[in-house]
């Protein structure tokens, strides 16, 4: 049985990975000590995941180990000699890292690098994934030119019309302390595949979803929205007329996707990984589809004050992806991604 090993592994990514790679036969070993719940409060737990995936999987390892404890890491990797690595354990949001830090630099910069060079030093050939985010590009995004449509920003120039590549700048820009942090930790990730030929890969996320997420208000987008209309919570819009726009891609479509990597590894690679213009949507018009779709009423207030370094119009252009493996497509559209998150909700409560 071919092994996996897979950081953050009760969280939104790393359990769809879990569940894709058991299903395919894999032994899969997680690595997570619930720090989303230190982040977040009670919210934010992921143990309800943990416990599910136990249950649902006979082939699964579940070990509760901090990426910040280099030796044990080396000690684990060590142990389990997987396969493929994949590593989602991160502090997530923006806007918490600014409050704390040296935990946000602590687990995604030295986190990182610590699970790299346990790597490096145990099983050098072994795949290597790594969820980056559109956030090492910062605010840059925000210079491109805009045209503001009935419900949506959106790219003036059509050069940009399919988004934004993998060469577009990441200096030069307002990060906030997360993109910072992230930055570091994807330019590790490339030198290390780069400086030491190891096999890995970033994956610059745009907004990751799906039915496994804990959302909350500081991070999760469409779980955190579907979850107040489903409450009938009222939702807070930051700035921008509600008009930002957000490509977001399915958390199984992710997994598809390292999957492809991971039987056809390159080096060093750096992959803009989001639903593209046909799962673009903004904040105003996933109202309309919430509301379609749950018959209730979104209740929101508008502050007239953006997040800080927010994007405006982001949209991941996805034929790099595409070209290097061309049997990956994105198969769940945002019809069907939102009807997922809304009975995943509706189970949980
Ligand atoms: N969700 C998104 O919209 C999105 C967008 C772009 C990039 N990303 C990136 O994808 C990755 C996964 O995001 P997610 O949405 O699944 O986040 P998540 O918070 O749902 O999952 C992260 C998991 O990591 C665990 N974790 C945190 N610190 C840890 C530590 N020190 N040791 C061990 N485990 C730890 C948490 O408990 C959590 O279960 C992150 O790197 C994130 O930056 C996410």
């Known amino acids: 049985m071919k092994k996996l090993l897979v950081t953050g592994s009760s969280g939104l990514i790393g359990s769809e990975v879990v569940g894709f790679f058991c299903a395919a036969g894999w032994e899969v070993h997680g690595v997570d000590n619930n ?7 009670p919210p934010g737990d992921t143990s309800w995941n943990t416990q599910r995936l136990l249950k649902q999987h006979s082939n699964f390892r579940h070990h509760e180990r901090d990426i910040r404890d280099r030796a044990g890491l080396v000690e684990l990797i060590s142990e389990v000699k997987p396969e493929a690595i994949v590593h989602t354990a991160a502090q997530p949001s923006h806007d918490l890292a600014a409050s704390r830090p040296y935990d946000d630099f602590d687990v995604n910069a030295v986190g990182t690098v610590n699970l790299l060079e346990a790597v490096r030093r145990t099983c050098p050939e072994t795949p290597f994934v790594h969820m ?26 059509p050069a940009y019309h399919d988004g934004i590549k993998e060469t577009f700048s990441i200096d030069h820009s307002m990060h906030s302390i997360f993109g910072a942090s992230k930055v570091a930790a994807d330019v590790m990730v ?11 890969c970033c994956l610059r996320g745009g907004c990751l979803t799906g039915p496994n997420h804990s959302g909350v208000e500081l991070h999760g987008f469409l779980s955190y929205l ?35 990597f991971i039987q056809a590894p390159r080096v060093g690679e750096v992959y803009n990984l989001g639903g593209g213009r046909d799962n673009s949507i903004s904040i105003l018009e996933a109202f309309t589809l919430i509301e379609e779709i749950s018959g209730e009423k979104m ?7 953006n997040r800080k370094g927010d994007h405006i119009c982001y949209i991941s252009d996805l034929s790099k992806m595409k070209t290097h493996y061309p049997k990956w497509d994105i198969t769940k559209d945002l019809r069907a991604t939102f009807i997922e998150i809304y009975e995943a909700w509706r189970k949980r409560r």
Request: hydrophobic share 30%; aromatic share 18%.
């Open 35 to 41: 720090m989303r719940k230190d982040f977040f409060g």
């Open 132 to 157: 980056s985010t559109n956030k090492v590009y910062g605010d840059a995004p925000n210079r491109l030119d805009l045209v503001e449509r009935e419900t949506r920003w959106d790219y003036a120039d």
């Open 190 to 200: 490339q030198e290390y595949g780069r400086y030491f030929q190891m096999p890995t």
């Open 226 to 260: 579907i979850k107040c209309n489903l409450e009938g919570k009222t939702y807070k819009i930051f700035g921008y007329k509600g008009k930002q726009v957000r490509d977001n891609i399915h958390s199984f479509d992710v997994a598809q996707f390292m999957n492809q």
């Open 299 to 305: 209740s929101f207030d508008y502050v007239d004050q």
